[in-house]
């Protein structure tokens, strides 16, 4: 089977680095639908880039699991989305191809870094997305483009064929405009592969009740706190009023490991991709240079040549963290700080059901607004503490402030990715979509 | 001047696939990257997916060896570049490797045995290889064969307790055979085995002798920086701290004082493996029979000798072999064939024990023990059995060889006139011997051996010649 393409067209949002019509047919859960796959995820005969100039000219010779899966199920793939680089970035302006703009309003990002992923769902161009999440990468595009998004739990998507970032942190997710599609579409990608080794074979049974009778919402103080927009904290203590008026009852809590969370996820994300983009050395792939030169001449060149500024820095970055007599310093109490996460929600989740408060602390921004990679990263801060923990959280739309989507983000106990689209599920139904 | 040897040892497991992918691991007769997956090949989005059998191979020897086996190991990433190094780190174990402390006897210099201490064993992927294009020191260009990369490794280290290149040799010719007992290893896998070793004068620095890669090139390797340290000391300087490179076909290590060896691996654990619970796996195993307890099986049940017990026993092929050729009924002519005879025609032939037929060998010591045939015939045969095995050609039978070779040991009266010519030849010696000097019998012997081709008996043939001379009163 071979990919019908290259396919050209509009794509006034720039979304997609390649389109294709690759329609093999078949019968299936998903028969008949086109979904877009992120570009950081293999497709066999469909370059994958991750975004990269250093990928230029690489075709996969293999699927990922999640790509088999859903052409097993009767998909087609609409092409592979516009990402930042190696999924470095939360807004899709770190691309090699170029930014993504927002549906919502072509002059802000559409978030990141499935920022492409996100875009052509809330585009309409098709109905269901792939994207992948180290940080928030897809919550963060399924919250400034107003649709919804899943991180799974860690472990409970296939990562094989998923071009590495930061392997401990990143799931392979799905986007959609509704939660009924997102479920359909984690149904399909979430079945065992004994390829990866950190997946256990826990089938997902999708479970949307609608009904959150007694449910225990916990809303720790600092999902609300210092540099979270007013107005988008507004927009989420109303969503999450929503839910109490069906049952639920909210709980007060607090999340003092916060504080770390953001610094334990980038030196841990940085000291991973510093290893996993080694490989990029142009000795096998990727741009077809004359490499007969002194090989370390060929790989510094190659590497200088092909990463762009984000990813040299975060290279860079995780390197130092690394290295003889800093590791203790920065990776190993990075790690230290990320157990602490992990036993702050085993707390919380102790006395409640799911976590809710705010995907992002802000809407979408504008493109070019965000110089400083500082100001970047510190958008992380609601996303990064259910990667370190490895459990499932759910973006999913609760209004606008200023005509902009606001993203509720609902975290559930490891493996419970069932519950939170439960949740989120309910919310959908009650705001009365 | 006491001199101090540590060994790291690299050995490559026979597990029939990789270590992290379904790819064969027999490579070595086809033609360069057609072993490979994207798995080995590190193309973005691989993951590594753990071959266990490696990992019941490496902890077999881990209990051979006596170690204490962690209650949890866990790989961990070696980070380096190197164009033959397709991810750009090597899967490793550091600081949680499979087992420690432990150790392993061998024979020492004086003859008694040494215990060399084992400070761990771990698991590690083999990276690929380069093969350089142009000539000499400056190749044009390299190229990549990814068909080893992936190939599951086992690293042993020991700790310095080794006191000379003789001990060091004898310490991986031990090893070997203990791995090969253990059937993870085969020592005649070209590249199978590759040695770092450390080595200092008493006091000195230590230097690392990297890329040491034959049984004889750890001797070699160790004898020549044993010389180089001790002149450099001689001239009043002092050995300097550094890595070299042992360059096997010059028998000689030059200093490796580039950048690529200044090398900060920054180590942290695989995040696409999970740790490993190793202790209880390992308490599981039962391990097979190994060398000494061989050894003392060979002298308990069969009489061998202990000096043929240890050659027999330094090789499982040629226990093996011993093993299987015992049947003839007499173990102490088969040990002795086996260890003596059989050992040297074969290191003569360059052959493997395996290409021998046993069933051949079993007639030949049957022939030998009902005493039909001599000594040196059934060496005759022996010769004609292995020229025919190495040639590939089924080899003929040991009775076809005598009848065609009439190797036979003829019935006394067939020498007769052998007897008669000699006496009558060699009138001195005849006289001599009459006259009381016994040692002249022995060349009327000889005298008529080379008259019979080998086919007499020397004992016979005294007493014959004794007879037919008539005696002196002197016993032979």
Redesign the interface.
């Known amino acids: 089977m071979k990919a019908q393409g290259p396919v050209t067209g509009e794509d006034p949002f720039n979304a997609f680095i390649t389109r294709c019509e690759w329609k093999p047919g078949g019968k299936g859960m998903l028969a008949g639908i086109m979904v877009a796959v992120k570009d950081n995820i293999s497709t066999r005969g469909i370059p994958t880039s991750c975004g990269s100039r250093i990928l230029e000219g690489y075709t996969p010779p293999y699927n990922a699991h999640v790509v088999d899966l859903i052409l097993r199920e009767g998909a087609g793939i609409a092409g592979k989305t516009n990402m930042d680089e190696f999924g470095m970035g939360s807004s899709t302006e770190n691309s090699a191809f170029g930014p993504t703009k927002n549906p919502a309003d072509p002059s802000r990002v559409p978030g990141g870094s499935s920022g492409g992923s996100a875009a052509a769902v809330a585009a309409g161009m098709v109905p269901m997305a792939l994207g992948s999440d180290t940080g928030g990468s897809i919550r963060c595009p399924a919250a400034f483009c107003g649709i919804v998004g899943l991180k799974p739990s860690y472990g409970r998507v296939s990562r094989y064929g998923l071009v590495a970032y930061a392997n401990s942190l990143e799931q392979i997710g799905p986007l959609a405009r509704t939660v009924r599609e997102v479920s359909l579409l984690m149904e399909v990608i979430s079945r065992y592969d004994p390829r990866d080794s950190t997946m256990g074979d826990r089938p997902f049974t999708p479970r949307l009740t609608g009904e959150v009778k007694g449910l225990r919402i916990g809303a720790p103080a600092e999902f609300f706190g210092a540099g979270v927009d007013p107005a988008v904290g507004e927009s989420v203590r109303e969503a999450i009023g929503l839910l109490e008026q069906s049952g639920a009852c909210v709980v007060p809590c607090s999340m003092p490991s916060m504080a770390y969370a953001l610094a334990a996820y980038y030196v841990t994300c940085t000291s991973e991709a510093s290893s996993n983009l080694a490989r990029f050395d142009g000795v096998r792939y990727g741009t077809p240079d004359d490499i007969r030169k002194p090989w370390h001449d060929a790989f510094r060149e190659v590497r200088a040549k092909g990463f762009g500024e984000e990813v040299r820095r975060r290279i860079l970055l995780g390197t130092f963290a690394l290295s003889a007599g800093y590791y203790g310093k920065y990776y190993a109490k990075a790690q230290a700080a990320r157990r602490n996460v992990s036993a702050d929600f085993a707390r919380i989740f102790r006395d409640v059901d799911v976590i809710a408060g705010p995907t992002m602390p802000t809407v979408a921004f504008r493109i070019g607004e965000k110089t400083d990679p500082l100001s970047m990263y510190l958008s992380d801060i609601l996303t990064v503490p259910a990667n370190l923990a490895g459990i499932p959280a759910v973006s999913v739309p609760c209004g606008k402030v200023n005509g902009l989507p606001v993203g509720l983000q609902i975290m559930g106990k490891p493996l419970e990715d069932e519950r939170v689209l439960d949740v989120a599920y309910a919310y959908e139904q009650g705001a009365g979509r | 001047m006491t001199v101090i040897i540590g060994l790291e040892i690299h050995c490559q497991l026979t597990t029939r696939t990789k270590l992290f992918c379904g790819c064969s691991t027999d490579y070595r007769n086809d033609p360069p990257n057609t072993h490979t997956c ?1 798995i080995c ?10 071959n266990r059998k490696a990992v019941e191979y490496a902890l077999r020897v881990a209990k051979a060896l006596n170690c204490t086996v962690l209650e949890e190991a866990e790989f961990a ?1 070696k ?1 380096y ?3 033959d190094l ?4 090597q899967i490793t174990m550091y600081d949680r490797p499979l087992a420690v402390d432990g150790h392993l006897e061998i024979e020492a210099d004086n003859g008694t045995e040494k215990r060399i201490r084992i400070t761990r064993v771990h698991m590690e992927e083999d990276p690929g290889r380069l093969v350089h294009v142009g000539s000499g020191d400056r190749p ?3 190229l ?1 064969d990814y068909n080893r990369s992936g190939i599951p490794l086992i690293e042993i280290v020991t700790d310095p307790d080794l006191r000379s290149p003789k001990e060091a040799r004898r310490f991986i010719n031990t090893l070997r055979t203990t791995l090969e007992y253990l059937g993870v290893f085969d020592g005649d896998r070209e590249g199978g085995l590759r040695v770092d070793a450390n080595i200092s004068m008493e006091r000195g620095s230590r230097v690392e002798v990297k890329n040491i890669s034959s049984y004889k090139g750890v001797e070699k390797a160790l004898t020549f920086e044993i010389t180089r340290q001790r002149n450099v000391i001689r001239r009043g300087l002092s050995v300097e701290r550094e890595t070299r490179h042992f360059l096997e076909a010059r028998g000689v290590t030059t200093s490796a004082r580039s ?2 060896e200044e090398h ?1 691996y ?3 654990p695989e ?4 740790p490993l619970r190793v202790r209880e796996w390992c308490d599981a195993i039962v391990l097979p029979e190994l060398p000494a307890a061989r050894r003392v099986r060979f002298a308990d049940s069969f009489g061998v000798s202990p000096s043929h017990a240890r050659t027999l026993c330094g090789d499982l092929k040629l226990a093996d072999f011993f093993e299987e050729v015992v049947v003839c009924g007499d173990p102490i002519l088969a040990a002795t064939w086996v260890a003596d005879t059989l050992l040297g025609e074969v290191y003569y032939r360059d052959m493997e024990i395996a290409r021998v037929p046993a069933g051949h060998f079993v007639e030949l010591l049957r022939l030998l023990k009902k005493k039909e045939i001599t000594d040196k015939g059934g060496v005759e045969v022996l010769r004609a059995i292995l020229d025919q095995s190495a040639r590939g050609e089924v080899p003929e039978t040991p009775a076809t060889i005598v009848a065609r070779l009439n190797l036979g040991k003829a019935a006394g009266d067939a020498f007769g006139p052998v007897i008669r010519e000699v006496v009558e030849s060699c009138p001195a010696a005849v006289q001599d011997f009459r006259n009381g000097k016994p040692e002249a019998l022995n060349y009327l012997v000889g005298q008529a051996m080379k008259r019979t081709r080998g086919r007499a008996d020397p004992k016979e043939l005294a007493r014959m010649i004794r007879e037919a001379i008539g005696g002196s009163g002197v016993t032979g």
């Open positions: 994207p090949l590190g193309l973005p989005g691989t993951l590594p997916c753990l990433r980070n570049f190197y164009p397709p991810k750009g780190f044009r260009y390299s990549v950048k690529e900060d920054r180590y942290f995040p696409d493996l999970r």
